[in-house]
């Protein structure tokens, strides 16, 4: 058996032109309990977010729910102006009314409020990368579709992504506009949606995992276990290089209110993983299209 040490792609470019490095930053965990008002430290967030991109973060992934709009807020409070290179993808599509309840609301009427709201927060004139953070299932995806299209053309949106889709809608969507970014819960220990990874990697489409750990998964977290001992890393870490060295198309977005954390998951850039340990974690549940 081989035994070669893996070497993943660093950067990958979304939408042909967004040139970002592969591990990135979530800015969910910014926010308060329940994803839910003002976080507990604010001033530990906005390190974190300065940290992030002294760190080479260059891609920060939000929403307008998260807080609702908190996450939003003191990205621009940190790091605005921008740095020239740094991308800050968000999404819209679901309305919060509560910590931790998250009810979907893709109606054009909600999508132009929560677009404008969020290149206001922002203080942006256009989204580099705007996903969809759900296909609604109360109304037509032909008027969800019908108003991105518009707002990519008006130029208040450069790309558009989507959130929790499996390959049918994938390609509904692409009758109206150009999917650059598919963002679904994926993981070494969860591959629900091995099926759709594999067609965003056919077709040069950036595959951004959401809860990169499963942590539910006894065997899965022993495997996890043995490999980090031998890498003197964490499971977490572990989890995460499968991720980068998986598929050349995922971007990770590890999310973390703490600056400490955030500098642990940043490491992960430095494990490498061989054959063996690939094998290994491979095989921790057989993919499922």
Known sequence: MSNETKTFQKTFSIGGDLEVNRLGYGAMRITGKGIWGPPKDHDEAIRVLKRAVELGVNFIDTADSY???????????????????????????????????????????????????????????????????????????????EFLKQAQADGKIRHIGLSEVDMDDIKKAQDYFEVVSVQNMYSVDNRKWEGVLNYCEDNDIAFIPWYPLNAGNVAAQEKLKHIAEKHSATVHQVAL???LNHSKNILLIPGTSSVAHLEENIKTAGITLDDVDMNELDGISPPVG
């Open 67 to 145: 807080g609702p709009y908190i996450s939003e807020e003191l990205i621009a409070e940190a790091l605005y102006p921008y740095p020239a290179d740094l991308i800050i993808g968000t999404k819209g599509g679901l309305l919060r009314t509560g910590p931790d309840q998250w009810p979907v609301n893709a109606s054009a009427a909600h999508l132009k409020e929560a677009l404008e709201g969020s290149l206001k927060r922002l203080k942006q004139d256009q989204i580099d990368l705007y996903q969809l953070h759900r296909i609604d299932p109360n109304i037509p995806a032909k008027q969800t579709f």
């Open 241 to 243: 290089s499968w991720l």
